[in-house]
């Protein structure tokens, strides 16, 4: 029996989408314009230089993809590997709906938002989180970058024991705070009185963002937890679970679908650790089961702060590592990278980019695919669904027959 793994390259776009101007990001081109960074020589660094080099997603299709929806050309390559793209359904750019909708649950409903004011968050909301959890007060309180007011804030977050709210332009209210001074487990506490009084907000997701570290040297955790709403419908994870399937979710996949039909949570920190944690799996999965897998780096740790170079490094290594996938694939197994928004490195601000996705893949079994453009990501979670035979999902339409 045939085996999946569905791999999400997090905000990895392949250029604007049709609807990218309502959204601000007509333009927006995550791929495009880190391959011409890197050909013009502004993306080196001490991890990298010169052209982009990714001669396995290459092969795969990935250029041909990205040419497909661009119109800009690229070198021609023998190709060996199911290729194509997808628009978003979804009215948000965010992470939840993304993958929902990879998952064949598009979110054809809006959530709330915070908005562009400080503060951004309701004094009914900050006021009852201060008295529950005794908190002293609270910093930030406005639409930030996560490194950014981490750094501003801070030194005085240890000294006074107020944790830091901020928001992006997505549905979230992320809570950041010490692991020592402050507690990992006082914080994951907070989060989770959060999470009951935003539901009211429509908020997607409450995000605990640990720290450690002193002033000038603050990092960011491996410990980040995401509370989030359960998607409004069955996903292919709760069908494959119903139908007695394995599901080994990797990263922060079991998060991201409130830990409904996520199975077997695996965590791991850092986009090689994760790669580690996948390659794992698939010693262990069994027959008919699927491997579902967050590369989270390329989103927090480049996307957002705008780290052309760095992302550039991200995807080199990840492409460097693919041919011990490959290797490890049965004759019957599926592989599907993607990816759930964009995230354009060069674009103004530090949000999520409106552009459609790669959707790249390979089987043993399978001869060179080009799917084309797809109307929508639950395109892939309905050939999952086929291809590991298991009821049709809701939404979606099956490009491997």
């Given at each position: ?7 999400v390259?997090?905000?990895f ?9 309502d ?10 314009h ?10 080196d660094?001490d991890?990298r ?14 250029f041909?993809?990205h ?11 023998v190709?060996?590997g199911i290729y ?8 948000g ?10 998952a ?20 009914s ?6 008295s ?6 609270i910093?930030?309180?406005c639409?930030a ?8 804030f801070?030194?005085?977050h240890?000294e006074t024991?107020?944790?830091?709210f901020?928001?992006s332009a997505?549905s979230?209210?992320q809570?950041a ?12 506490k907070?989060?989770?009185?959060a999470?009951?009084?935003?539901d ?16 000038g ?7 980040r937890k ?24 990797i ?5 991201i679908?409130a830990?409904?039909g996520?199975g ?7 986009n ?5 944690a996948t ?18 780096d390329f989103?927090?740790?480049?996307g957002h702060r705008r780290?052309?170079?760095?992302y ?7 492409d ?6 490959l ?17 354009d ?14 959707v ?10 080009s799917?084309?453009e ?16 298991i ?6 339409t099956?490009?491997?027959?």
């Amino acid at each position: 029996m045939s085996r999946a793994l569905l791999l999400v390259l997090d905000s990895f776009g392949l250029g604007a989408a049709k609807d990218a101007a309502d959204f601000g990001d007509q333009g927006a081109d995550t791929f495009g314009h880190i391959l011409s960074a890197c050909a013009e020589g502004k993306a080196d660094n001490d991890n990298r230089n010169g052209p982009l080099h990714l001669p396995n997603l290459k092969n795969l299709g990935l250029f041909a993809a990205h040419q497909a929806n661009t119109g800009i050309s690229h070198e021609e390559t023998v190709l060996a590997g199911i290729y194509g793209y997808a628009q978003e359904k979804s009215r948000g750019k965010d992470t939840p709906s993304g993958h929902w909708e990879m998952a064949g649950v598009p979110v054809m409903f809006d959530w709330g938002y915070f908005p562009h004011t400080t503060p951004c968050f309701p004094a009914s909301l900050t006021d009852t989180l201060i008295s529950k959890c005794n908190l002293p007060g609270i910093l930030g309180n406005c639409h930030a970058s996560g490194t950014e007011i981490i750094a501003k804030f801070g030194t005085e977050h240890i000294e006074t024991g107020k944790p830091i709210f901020y928001t992006s332009a997505d549905s979230v209210l992320q809570i950041a705070a010490h692991e020592e001074s402050f507690g990992l487990a006082r914080l994951y506490k907070l989060c989770a009185e959060a999470r009951l009084l935003v539901d009211e907000l429509e908020i997607g997701r409450v995000i605990a963002r640990p720290f450690l570290g002193a002033e000038g040297s603050f990092e960011r955790t491996g410990n980040r937890k995401d509370l989030a709403v359960p998607p409004p419908e069955p996903t292919l994870l709760d069908q494959l679970t119903a139908e007695n399937r394995q599901v080994l979710s990797i990263g922060k996949i079991g998060d991201i679908f409130a830990h409904q039909g996520t199975g077997t949570i695996i965590k791991a920190n850092g986009n090689m650790a994760l790669f580690d944690a996948t390659l794992e799996a698939m010693d262990n999965a069994l027959d008919g089961s699927l491997i579902f897998t967050n590369f989270v780096d390329f989103d927090q740790s480049y996307g957002h702060r705008r780290d052309v170079a760095g992302y550039a490094h991200a995807l080199e290594q990840f492409d460097k590592r693919l041919p011990e996938l490959l290797h490890k694939m049965k004759k019957d197994d599926l592989l599907l990278m993607t990816a759930d928004h964009g995230c354009d490195p060069t674009w103004e601000g530090s949000d999520h980019t409106r552009e459609v996705v790669p959707v790249i893949g390979y089987s043993p079994s399978i001869g060179t695919t080009s799917i084309g453009e797809r109307e929508s990501f639950a395109d892939i979670g309905q050939t999952i669904a086929h291809f590991l035979k298991i009821k049709p999902l809701n939404h979606g339409t099956a490009f491997l027959e």
